[in-house]
């Protein structure tokens, strides 16, 4: 560290990366003007302003030093945590969830953020806590932190003083009954022994900050509370940007067919009590798309008829009769790649997806060279963002994922989406221009 | 350097490999099931609306309309545009300004008067703002809503208005209906059966929909309704122009042409081509030649969006180019073989409750006249009120349904000795100088046959025997023969199969040989043949089996299919096919034997013949003069067919002895002129009970009309000379 300050900014712009987020982002234009042709046709100026203002951005990230993104990384987490609380009280909702802020001038959607703050706050959380050999899970998780009895106990004390205990477990029968006094006693003492557990590692590792906060809290707590707004598709991009990183920095093949298990449990448990109907119904028409064509299925199927009918070369500018007549839902957001298959065709797809895979493994290239581990984790998260989106979109647009809200970076029209993809591409840039000479 | 490139070489390779996956399915959605969902998009956007066009007509051989189409009225309601006392109140509570408590407590109001049918007037609030009163009063006014009622009360100075409703006299669907009756001129347990029918179907989305509510409405109604309709009095009413089929004749030929019926939802899961609430023929002509008659539906296209609306003309013309409009294929007409003046005659005269008569044309095999008894009216069928008169229909012991000509078989009794004496020729075992002695009783083993004729016959040839209807003389031949033998000319005569004419449900009869009696008894006796050489025992046949038969014995052998239609015309009445006759088989036998045969016949009505009792029936005397004046002479063969197995003995009993059910059915088979016969006909009238009486006078009478109003006259008398090129 001790050259840091001799860490000289040479203004050399990636500019291969700087091409191709161009190059998509002028695919986006002519793709929305297409689309909104008919229904509003100065949308297309409205996102080539958004490209605009995102440049802007990441040349202002650029200048920015890598070190102090380091700093903003935690503060940045708190921050988007907070947005995330106020969406549940102050929220605008829309289909069903609540997902905006209105900031009166612009309306802010904190779970855009999250994906972001994500990525910094895990790149911090890998940088500080590194275990030689890799992850294991209970470094991920850390079971004996102290603060995992000191809840647990306020859990226990909070049954115990309010007596409900028997409210809530009818099965124990009346109150002050021998079984209720038995699993009293039972709580008490795992909360003993916990605490036991927690002091014995706490001698073994000593203080630090890492005897309260996992990484899996960092992660989880964030999830949850998009998950809860509903948002599915940003909530498992979170978690799969997350993943990602974690996975690049190391997990022992223990841990990971272990959490490959443990992921597959939960998502029987959450299909059964967490996702709400609407969810269900989406996984269950992506199951089964034809059985359901009118409803819920109705847009996975347009949109697969829209990239069939394309064919070879496409129906032309302008000319493609699902996005022209409106079978085409959101042709020009989530549903923006059926637009592009539709009206151009098998070759123009391909090469879209080409420039995405050519984008991501410049940026992979950006974090090979990085000097910091931090520097490193911050371009593979920004890779991770471009990679899942790219990925969910057109996965679900071509029927292989179910449909959830993702939009397609670069591409789908909207300033939010598209600001945090910039983000990811000014921290490439950043990252390649403060590398060490 | 934190990481090692190669773990960034490893993480590169996850987005190759997942990209390539897409690519892989995009490859399979656009290259290889590109052409599928090019498709699927086409039916996105393409609307299809059906051009309809009229069914083709059926004329008889004459060029005489049988069937035709005529313009019809249906009537349609929209339950959404119906009034509604309840919205009535509602709007007007509304004007007032009045609380949603208050309009809902009038509600209920109006609920409880409506079902105690209180007539009283019911204060809905007195206003004291002038203007709104002038509001209301305009909208009661312009819409013409009855039973709201604005008073005007001075009191001191200040205005005020106090408005009134009647919950009887509100506009509501209720009194839309009576109007509705009215102008129908419907009973009321009659029409109240259609608006439980009409709100059925307008049921959920279904109320803003027009909902088919009375089919082909009399024409004064449908002027009533019009003339309603565009005062505005009948909001929800509509009537729209339809097509009817209409038989001209009524009853006339019912059995040959059929009727029209709607197609069910069941049938149009096979028919992909139809439409709900389309007809399809259902019996004769109408079912046979549906594909002939119907034609095909024309279909325009155009370019709908997501949400169905028209789009424009412009992108209709590039995506969808010159094949948008698909005319339609109007159907073709039919020119029938029948001929109106004899197929009038055979219903004229005939004289049973049931039976069948059929006329055929000797050496072609076209139907002349085909009728069945008790017939019924296709246009009474298809009408609005039919379910009396089928369930009439289907209850009758007559089955009038039934089309006897070619549904219904029978013994042939003593009209199969002809037959019996082909087979006789055909087998070399009869020659004209065939000589057996009749002695009133054949004898075969320890069982004995008689003749109808106790003393017997004598010595007798077969021209004789088919003259005076010998029985021993065909229990002795037909005993020589053999059951399979016998079987085999029959079978080459039409019997025991279908004969293959152009109607539906044709049954074949029954021709036994040996095989059939070991399969149904399990074992053959040798007088089984013999029974069934007379035409008695398990032989059975169709009226119309027995026409090409005959038809083949009087045009010197061939077997021809029998036809009801000569001709298909187009629409515009040119010719489009002429069917020929279709020759089945022929018999081998010389000319000269069934010359003999055909001789044989040509006495039945000649004094002594078994049917001369026609020359002088008293009932029926201007039929007897012109058989006995004109020199005409009928040939022919009276049958006997018994219903109930009696003793040998008494063989034919006196039909106004027996009950209906249990009497004997009459055949007769007549031809002429005899030498060089031109028309055969059969008549068949159940429990008629002798054949020359029941059923000769039939043939007769048709033989008549057939001299005196057909033969010579060719055919398309009627028809205009620009119909038929």
Request: net charge positive; aromatic share 10%.
């Amino acid at each position: 560290m001790s050259n840091n300050k001799n860490a000289t900014m040479r203004v050399r712009l990636p500019v291969n990366i700087c091409f191709f987020t161009l190059l998509l982002a002028f695919v986006g234009v002519v793709n929305i003007a297409s689309a909104s042709r008919l229904t509003r046709p100065s949308l297309f100026l409205m996102q080539l302003l958004w490209i605009f203002l995102g440049i802007l951005l990441v040349l202002g990230i650029s200048f920015v030093r890598t070190r102090s993104l380091k700093l903003i990384a935690y503060p940045f987490y708190g921050i988007v945590i907070f947005l995330l609380l106020l969406v549940f009280v102050v929220g605008t909702s829309a289909k069903g969830s609540q997902r905006w802020l209105d900031l009166g001038i612009f309306r802010v959607q904190p779970s855009e953020l999250a994906k972001l703050c994500m990525v910094f706050a895990t790149a911090r959380f890998c940088t500080d806590y590194e275990v030689p050999g890799g992850y294991r899970l209970r470094d991920l998780i850390r079971p004996f932190n102290l603060s995992r009895p000191i809840i647990f106990s306020v859990a226990v004390i909070f049954l115990l003083v309010t007596n409900k205990i028997n409210t809530y477990l009818p099965f124990l029968g009346e109150a002050n009954s021998a079984k209720t006094l038995l699993l009293v006693g039972g709580l008490l003492l795992i909360t003993l022994l916990w605490f036991f557990l927690s002091f014995l590692q706490l001698q073994k590792e000593g203080w630090h900050i890492y005897q309260a906060v996992s990484l899996f809290d960092v992660v989880f707590l964030p999830f949850v509370l998009i998950l809860a707004q509903p948002d599915l598709g940003t909530a498992s991009i979170v978690l799969a940007i997350c993943g990602s990183m974690i996975l690049f920095c190391g997990l022992r093949p223990g841990s990971l067919i272990i959490a490959t298990l443990f992921g597959i449990c939960i998502a029987i448990v959450g299909w059964n009590f967490v996702l709400k109907d609407y969810q269900k119904q989406r996984v269950e028409s992506f199951l089964n798309p034809e059985a359901d064509v009118r409803g819920h299925g109705y847009h996975a199927a347009q949109s697969i008829i829209a990239i069939g009918s394309g064919q070879v070369l496409g129906k032309g500018f302008g000319e493609g009769t699902q996005t022209q007549l409106s079978f085409l839902p959101e042709n020009h957001t989530d549903f923006v790649f059926s637009v592009l298959a539709e009206e151009w065709g098998f070759f123009a797809s391909c090469i879209v997806l080409l420039l995405f895979l050519a984008l991501i493994i410049a940026m992979l290239k950006v974090g090979a060279r990085a000097q910091e581990r931090f520097a490193s984790l911050l371009v593979v998260g920004a890779a991770a963002v471009i990679f899942w989106h790219v990925t969910i979109n057109v996965g679900m647009v071509t029927g292989i994922l179910p449909v959830v809200g993702v939009t397609l970076p670069f591409v789908s029209y909207g300033g939010a989406s598209l600001m945090t993809k910039m983000v990811a591409i000014g921290i490439c840039t950043n990252v390649a221009i403060w590398r060490r000479a | 350097m934190p990481f090692s490139e190669n773990r960034f070489f490893i993480a590169g390779f996850i987005p190759v490999t997942v990209f390539l996956i897409i690519i892989v399915r995009l490859f399979y959605l656009q290259i290889i099931r590109g052409d599928f969902y090019h498709d699927r998009s086409q039916s996105n956007f393409i609307q299809e609306r059906p051009i309809n066009h009229s069914r083709g007509m059926v004329l008889e051989q004459s060029g005489l309309v049988l069937i035709d189409n005529r313009p019809a009225h249906d009537l349609y309601v929209t339950f959404a545009l119906l009034p509604d006392n309840r919205k009535t109140l509602k709007q007007i509570g509304q004007l007032m300004a009045l609380s949603s408590g208050k309009i809902k407590e009038l509600d209920q109001n109006l609920k409880h008067a409506l079902e105690t049918k209180d007539a009283r007037w019911i204060e809905l609030g007195t206003l004291k703002s002038r203007e709104i009163c002038s509001k209301i009063n305009d909208v009661v006014e312009t819409e013409s809503i009855g039973g709201v009622q604005i008073d005007e009360p001075i009191q001191g100075k200040t205005y005020q208005c106090q408005i009134r409703f009647n919950a009887l006299q509100l506009p509501s669907k209720d009194a839309a209906f009576e109007r509705l009756r009215e102008l129908l001129e419907f009973s009321k347990e009659d029409f109240a059966s259609y608006v439980t029918s009409a709100q059925k179907k307008a049921q959920g989305l279904g109320q803003f929909k027009p909902v088919l509510f009375m089919t082909d409405i009399p024409f004064e109604a449908y002027a009533r309704i019009e003339a309603a309709v565009s005062l505005g009095l009948i909001p929800g009413v509509a009537t729209f122009d339809s097509v009817k089929r209409r038989y001209i004749y009524d009853n006339m030929a019912s059995h040959a042409l059929g009727y029209l019926n709607e197609i069910s939802a069941k049938e149009l899961r096979t028919k992909i081509d139809y439409r709900p609430g389309q007809r399809i023929g259902r019996k004769g002509i109408e079912k046979v030649y549906e594909k002939e008659l119907r034609g095909q539906d024309g279909v325009e296209r155009y370019v709908v969006d997501a949400k169905g609306r028209r789009f424009g003309q412009a992108w209709e013309q590039t995506l969808l180019g010159d094949d948008r409009i698909e005319a339609p294929k109007p159907g073709h007409g039919l020119i029938l073989s029948l001929d109106y003046e004899l197929q009038a005659a055979a219903e004229r005269a005939f004289l049973g409750e049931a039976g069948s008569v059929i006329a055929l044309e000797v050496g072609t095999g076209f139907i002349l006249a085909l009728a069945s008894f008790p017939n019924y009216n296709p246009n009474a069928i298809v009408a609005r009120d039919n379910k009396k008169l089928l369930s009439a229909m289907s209850k009758n012991p007559l089955k009038p349904w039934i089309n006897k000509a070619v549904q219904e078989h029978y013994a042939p009794g003593s009209t199969f000795k002809a037959i019996t004496a082909v087979a006789g020729f055909e087998h070399h075992i009869l020659t004209p100088s065939t000589h057996q002695n009749c002695t009133g009783v054949f004898h075969l083993g320890r069982a004995s046959w008689r003749c109808f004729k106790r003393e017997g016959h004598g010595r007798i040839e077969v021209v004789s025997a088919l003259k005076t209807s010998c029985d021993s003389f065909f229990y002795n031949l037909g005993y020589q023969l053999g059951p399979d033998r016998l079987a085999f000319t029959a079978k080459l005569l039409g019997f025991g199969r279908k004969t293959g004419i152009d109607l539906d449900m044709e049954i074949p009869g029954i021709m036994p040989d040996k095989d059939f009696y070991k399969k149904r008894l399990g074992y053959y006796a040798p007088g089984f043949v013999v029974n069934n050489s007379i035409g008695q025992g398990e032989v059975t046949v169709t009226p119309i089996q027995l026409a090409v038969a005959y038809d083949a014995i009087l045009n010197g052998g061939t077997i021809y299919k029998p036809q009801l239609v000569r001709e298909i015309i187009n629409v515009q009445g040119e010719r489009i096919e002429e069917k020929k006759p279709v020759a089945i088989a022929h018999l081998k036998e010389s000319e000269e034997n069934l010359r003999l045969v055909k001789e044989g016949l040509a006495y039945v009505m000649q004094p002594g013949g078994t049917a001369s009792g026609l020359l002088w029936r008293y009932d029926l005397p201007e039929l007897s003069k012109w058989l006995r004046e004109s020199g005409v002479v009928i040939g022919g063969k009276t049958g006997t067919a018994q219903v109930v197995k009696l003793s040998k003995a008494i063989k034919h009993l006196d039909p106004t002895k027996v009950a209906y059910m249990q009497r004997d059915h009459a055949w007769f088979v007549g031809f002429a002129p005899v030498d060089n016969p031109e028309i055969v006909i059969v008549t068949m009238t159940e429990h008629g009970g002798f054949g020359g009486t029941a059923s000769a006078p039939v043939v007769a009478e048709m033989v008549k009309t057939w001299y005196q109003k057909v033969r010579g006259k060719g055919r398309y008398t009627h028809l205009g000379v620009s119909l038929v090129k």
